[in-house]
């Protein structure tokens, strides 16, 4: 009988992976009957439950689009502020500035 060490990780790394698609069966299945016991005790239907996460789900994405409208016209009112801070001579100086970086063909040599 031969004994090659490769050939023992490969059979304890199949018995990992079977633990851990075994382990995760489990959890699936107690989450299922966890949702069908509280139909069963609501009462409620599969397609009343489908509307109301649909509408909460639809709630916090409005939330989330408000908040990231707060933030874009704060982002907004702060650049501006920016720009009417800065004379028209440093804004010429900045736009000749611009120009010299650009190659004849149009492309920006910044980069």
């Known amino acids: 009988l031969d004994y090659r060490p490769e050939v023992a990780e490969a059979m304890a790394q ?19 009957h966890d949702a069908e016991m509280l139909v069963r005790d609501r009462k409620e239907p599969a397609r009343m439950i489908a509307r109301r996460i649909k509408k909460e789900k639809a709630e916090k994405q409005k939330k989330k ?38 190659d004849v063909d149009g492309r920006d040599l910044r980069e």
């Not at 990992?16 to 299922?32: V, Y």
């Not at 689009?65 to 016209?73: I, R, S, T």
């Not at 804004?91 to 650009?102: G, L, P």
Request: net charge negative.
């Open 14 to 32: 199949r018995v990992m992976n079977a633990k851990n698609a075994l382990e995760q069966e489990t959890k699936d299945a107690k989450m299922e």
């Open 65 to 102: 689009n408000e908040m990231e409208d707060v933030a874009m016209e704060e982002e907004n009112e702060s650049s501006d502020t920016k720009a009417s801070d800065m004379p028209s001579a440093e804004a010429a100086a900045d736009d000749s500035n611009k120009e010299e970086e650009e």
